[in-house]
């Protein structure tokens, strides 16, 4: 008889929004393409190039009203207008298949897990500096200064939640952060 495989641990990557988590993730899965990361249901519409069921699995509301009822993720949030969660059984099944695995989450998501994953490794992708992520926040010139002195504001109390995690990135280079994680995860 075989031994059945070693639980893997998760992984939760988490950080300011603009910060570039999904750019890294892309990198990273180039990388440890065996690193599973895992698929969240989210009610905003797919943007042009997105796969129902790879980047994301699109539902309307009354159907994620309806997984948060049931229990069916392992954490979810609200983030502009939309809701966004992780499906629990799939991160549950890889984990105790030995295969290491990844969330990709905003912060809000990432203390849930904290609360009910307490053994997982929480790893917060921090920008160069202030100066960058305000960059890239109001780089996109289409929003009125209201909403960009918002986004500025909410920047500032996101990079604070910095010391919540275990280990920090600067994401400088998204090839050096994306290996920077996958030496996290090999870690185990
Ligand atoms: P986007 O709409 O740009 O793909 O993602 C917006 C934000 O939602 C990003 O900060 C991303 O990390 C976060 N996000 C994506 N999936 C989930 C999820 O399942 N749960 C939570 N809490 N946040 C998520």
């Not at 495989?5 to 988490?14: D, F, H, N, Q, Y």
């Not at 499906?87 to 990844?102: K, Q, S, Y």
Request: include cysteine.
């Amino acid at each position: 008889m075989t031994a059945p495989p070693r639980p893997a641990r998760l992984t939760v990557l988490s950080g300011p929004s603009g910060v570039g988590k999904g750019t890294v993730v892309a990198a990273l899965r180039k990388l440890v393409p065996h690193v599973w990361v895992s698929v969240s249901c989210t009610t905003r519409a797919p943007r042009p190039g997105e796969r129902p069921g790879v980047e994301y699995y699109f539902v309307d509301r009354d159907r994620f009203a309806e997984m948060v009822e049931a229990g069916d993720l392992l954490e979810h949030a609200e983030f502009a207008d939309n809701c966004y969660g992780t499906p629990r059984m799939p991160v549950i099944e890889h984990l105790a298949a030995g295969v290491p695995t990844l969330l990709e989450i905003d912060l809000e998501g990432a203390r849930q897990v904290r609360r009910s994953v307490p053994e997982a490794r929480f790893v917060f992708l921090a920008p160069p500096s202030l100066d960058v992520l305000v960059q890239r926040l109001s780089g996109r010139g289409t929003e009125s200064a209201d909403a960009v002195v918002a986004r500025l504001e909410r920047a500032q109390v996101e990079l604070a939640a910095e010391r919540e995690f275990d280990e920090v990135i600067v994401n400088n280079d998204v090839h050096d952060a994306a290996r920077d994680l996958a030496a996290l995860i090999a870690e185990g």
